[in-house]
């Protein structure tokens, strides 16, 4: 077995546990269970039902999501101070859309999307080079060449770097430190979603890279006047809990990888 395919067999086996560990999916394995054990063990049943039910509810409640969120998204928004000491921009891939037939094919899905307008807005400011990172995990071209078309195209930024051989955040970090330091580069400017900015940071930081969080996207509320998540549950509640579960699920690993 070649080095690449383990990688990639790797990947897709972490992509496959952690759909049985996140919403919406265990929360519902948990009820099925205990469905099927109700009438041989009842008690037992009847508690993973329940435990289920109850986990399902609580990771798309805003006021829980919230609590999960305000662990994550704990740096302050970039300013113009603590951004003068970068050498470098970095954006941190966050997914393609596969079927883009608007684009021709191939494209960034709309997480890596923000992160580009963001990190976008970062480099025509600051005037600092961008590096972008993101592999091929699926389809034909890799995440950062179409980071880099749309950086092109839609915002008149050409990286002078592009990582595009990366499977997960701590391969981001990985490949692209090398990049970084071959040029000089020490400290930059990470692009990333606010409660990713946790993990993807702590893997740069291993790989000898000075931090300074640009975090974008907040998905929490963080003030009486910042309504990004409503009193009752809803899609949007959803998909932050997902988003929460899976990056404490991200630095679990993490932890118990070092």
Known sequence: ?????????????????????????????????????????RRTGLALAWTGLVAALLLVWPATVGWMLAGLETDPPLTAT?????????????????HAPEYGGETVNRLTLERLRYGARLAHGLRLPVLVSGGAPTGERPEGELMKAALETDFGIIPRWV???????????????????????????????????????????????EVIAAPTAWLGRHDANDQVLTALPSATSAYAGWYAAHEWLGLLALRLSR
């Open 163 to 209: 990582e595009a051989s990366s499977l997960d955040t701590g391969q981001n970090a990985e490949f692209s430190a090398p990049l970084l330091k071959a040029a000089g580069v020490r400290r930059v400017l990470l692009v990333t979603h606010a409660a990713h900015m946790r993990r993807a940071r702590a893997e740069f930081e291993a790989r000898g890279i």
């Open 1 to 41: 077995m070649t080095f690449d395919l383990a990688l990639m067999l790797l990947f897709w086996l972490k992509k496959l546990v952690s759909a049985f560990l996140l919403p919406p999916l265990a929360p519902l394995l948990l009820i099925a269970l205990g469905l099927l054990l109700v009438q041989r063990w």
């Open 82 to 98: 603590s951004a003068r000491p970068a050498e470098a921009i970095v954006i941190v891939g966050g997914g393609k859309r596969r």
